[in-house]
């Protein structure tokens, strides 16, 4: 199953056609992040546009999805959002937890669905 990018947006800001969450409040994407299981999340996010440098940069000790997958033994610094997919997910949540300011990959990867929606909200 695939994720529609245009609509990650109206779907975190509860603009996606759904009564409920209308204001901002939990609906849609953020609803799924908190309800579904990680590895359900994973498969249906667009990582890619969502663990960005400019993101990792900004919230996390490394400058990139896959310094962080290199660090944690799981991967390479030239990997991409996508190689997430296929690490073993509780390595990489508890590399996570213990060497970024979130308590589990699942955090991390709301914020980064917050920090998309606010940067695409000026455009």
């Known amino acids: 199953m695939n994720f529609n990018l245009n ?3 109206d779907m975190l800001t509860g603009k996606d056609g759904n009564k409920e ?3 901002g409040s939990s609906g849609g994407i953020m609803d799924m992040i908190s309800k579904l299981p990680l590895d359900q999340i994973i498969q249906k996010l667009p990582l890619d546009k969502l663990l960005t440098p400019e993101f990792m940069q900004k919230y996390t000790p490394f400058q990139s999805i896959g310094e962080l997958l290199q ?3 799981l991967g390479t610094s030239t990997d991409s959002a996508d190689k997430v997919k296929e690490v073993p997910k509780d390595q990489l949540d508890t590399h996570v937890s213990q060497n970024t300011q979130f308590g589990s990959l ?3 990867l709301q914020k980064a669905a917050e920090f998309y929606a606010s940067r695409k909200g000026g455009q």
């Open 7 to 9: 609509n990650l947006k």
């Open 21 to 23: 969450g209308g204001n």
């Open 71 to 73: 660090k944690a033994g």
């Open 106 to 108: 699942q955090q991390m």
